[in-house]
């Protein structure tokens, strides 16, 4: 077998192909219309071809993309509140377009955010105290 028909790489000549392809199109929408456009045909583009969640944290925050449920009703374009656990607050605002949703939320009520910090960082120094 060779190299370019590992299971890894099976696809990898289609999605090239593909990201050439959109990517042209991003251009001449660039040329045609604004950059603003292209851009929000490029994001678009990339966010409807996640198959996996994938999310980033920034302190408190968290940002990330992850496709609806199944049984989820069908939206074409949608905005929405979410809520942490218990229901009590707001946490972000999340936007549906299509299967995907894209998210920005807070991990926690800012009132509990300094008491996580404190544990956090005594287990970290009971950690680093088992490992000397």
Request: glycine fraction near 10%; proline fraction near 6%; aromatic fraction near 10%.
């Amino acid at each position: 077998m060779s190299q370019c028909c590992t299971p890894e790489n099976r696809c990898l000549p289609w999605r090239i192909g593909a990201f050439v392809f959109h990517l042209g199109w991003a251009g001449l929408l660039w040329e045609s219309f604004s950059p603003l456009c292209a851009l929000v045909f490029l994001v678009l583009t990339l966010a409807g071809s996640i198959r996996r969640a994938r999310f980033v944290d920034v302190g408190r925050f968290t940002a990330g993309v992850w496709r609806a449920s199944p049984a989820a009703p069908p939206v074409i374009v949608g905005i929405a509140w979410v809520l942490h656990h218990d229901g009590r607050k707001k946490a972000g605002v999340e936007i549906v377009v299509g299967s995907v949703c894209m998210g920005v939320f807070a991990l926690m009520p800012r009132s509990e955010w300094p008491s996580y910090k404190r544990r956090k960082a005594e287990s970290e120094e009971r950690r680093e105290g088992r490992r000397l």
